[in-house]
């Protein structure tokens, strides 16, 4: 296959194309999902997939990768091949994604003098030995090698973010000297400023947005007359942030109009075709004037469900697509088998004070500092000092705060202090020799913005009446092995406790699990992080596919941070509940 951009157009083997693409994100799918995915693309029109790289789950630590599971992009690329997809790869180094950090991987934040997304040595020198390693993955599968990658991005968005120019062409002639050879690109908001900003030469210039086609191509056209019209993420829904007031969506009719309007003009690709799940602790956030972290479902209101599930918007841009392509399209594949597990008692616990030392080894700091700081960059970590005299009514303040902290004195929770509050304080009482814990949450990096470098943890002064007080124990808490926990029947006196159960399965298909007695904090099943829950929603429900459950026994642990409303139950439903 060869692609290439000739006179304004898209050509691949020699004949003009309309790339009909659907984003579809490796990392928040399970392989054993992606082949449905495509099929149910080819079903609907599409010739392409898009996906980002998370540099972040790729390397976790530095110098150490992943490609395993659901981190294979190599077999990701070659299925679609297998299901006759063109490939668009946008490795970042920065994704944004509501993803956490943007895909930035947290360690770049231990060193003060990093400066992200700009030509800084030290920021260059971490994401090249990234793109070193990204591109020896990418590299033996594009067209010109004689695979399906035919476009792969340079920056992403950058246009929001700032100016460094010089920043932007180092990353495409990095690209070039790894042996990219396919049209490279960038993508932008639609304003004059924001291509000025965000554009390079020599890099194909594409736009993001989700309606008003013509309206949003007027900058495009003046500054780029003779390129090729696409737009990069035509947005069909939007993320949902923990406290909103409904799930985000969009109507599937509205989003139709846009799609028939933009390939009238060019190409398209469609975000998201599926949005999956934000497992574990990798949703983002967005940091503006307030805090707003993501939930763990990134169902987006998309083509398919997180789930993968066809939808209506699926069936009406379907209709659409069937006008631009001259070939009938395949039927459309069954949705996956869906299974109910009923209710669940969790009757095991284990308190966290006891928990804690078989968690984490303490780390003696003269006063709290960040998370990052003490090695950690996910999850909890916990502060405790012991109180050298009595406090009546006494304020806790904290300068900085990423981004809920729980106070306990001895094992009783005495308050709350979240980022969002409108004062980082609470008055408590103590007397001597009592043991203060702060058990900070961080619920996601900003993933946009100029809020990113925003520290986890107690990231200022921690103040007790104005005064530093001196001597304290840290607990780095990233909760990726609860195997050393040890569980009974009886009832820690706290509220923040490890809940842990069994069920049976007979057949292991996708179920969602209900937290209905729950308030706050994260579902392990046989190990694997399923991702956050919290009261408030609008997120109900998590998502459980098929691939982490096992024919008979299956483990479920729940860590809740706040109390339980009830009985320690659960319920394994075949919906899911986004409200």
Known sequence: ?????????????????????????????????????????????????????????????????????????????????????????????????????????????????????????????????????????????????????????????????????????????????????????????????????????????????????????????????????????????????????????????????????????????MYMFIGGTNFGFTSGANHYEKFLPDVTSYDYDAMLTECGDVTAKYYAVRDVIKKYVDEPLPDVPANREKKVYGKVTLPECAGFFESLPKLSAPIHSDVPKCMELYGTGYGYIAYQTVLNRNYNDTELEFAELGDRAQVYINKDLVGIVYVNDDELKLKFSAKKGDVMTILCENMGRANFGAKMMRKKGIAGRCLLDDRIHFNWNVYPLPMNNLQKLEFSAEIPAEKSVFYRGYFNVDEAKDTFLKTDNFTKGFVTVNGFNIGRYWEIGPQKTLYIPASLLKEGENEIVIFESDGIKGAPEIEFCDVPVLE
């Open 1 to 269: 296959m060869t692609f290439e951009i000739k006179n304004g157009n898209f050509v691949k083997d020699g004949k003009e194309i309309k790339l009909i693409s659907g984003a579809v994100h490796y990392f928040r799918n399970m392989p054993d999902t992606w082949r449905d995915i495509f099929k149910k693309m080819r079903a609907m029109g599409c010739n392409c997939v898009e996906t980002y790289c998370a540099w972040n789950m790729h390397e976790k630590q530095p110098e150490v990768y992943d490609f395993k599971d659901n981190l294979d992009i190599a077999t990701f690329l070659k299925t679609a091949d297998e299901e006759g997809l063109m490939a668009i790869v946008r490795p970042g180094p920065y994704i944004c994604s509501e993803w956490e950090f943007g895909g930035l991987p947290w360690w770049l934040q231990t060193d003060e003098s990093l400066e992200i997304r700009c030509m800084n040595k030290a920021y260059i020198k971490h994401f090249d030995r990234y793109l070193d390693r990204m591109c020896d993955e990418i590299r033996p599968l594009l067209c010109t090698n004689g695979g399906n990658v035919i476009m792969v991005q340079c920056e992403n968005e950058y246009g929001y973010y700032g100016d460094d120019k010089e920043y932007l062409a180092y990353l495409r002639d990095g690209f070039i000297r790894r042996g990219i050879d396919v049209p490279l690109f960038t993508s932008d908001g639609t304003s004059e400023d924001d291509l000025l900003d965000g554009t390079v030469e020599g890099c194909l210039a594409t736009l993001n947005f989700g309606s008003r086609v013509e309206e949003n191509f007027v900058a495009h056209d003046k500054l780029f007359p003779d390129m090729p019209k696409m737009c990069m993420e035509m947005w069909n829904g939007w993320f949902d942030a923990w406290g909103d007031d409904r799930h985000h969506t969009t109507s599937a009719e509205d989003y139709a109009k846009v799609v028939d309007d933009m390939l009238k003009r060019g190409s398209l690709n």
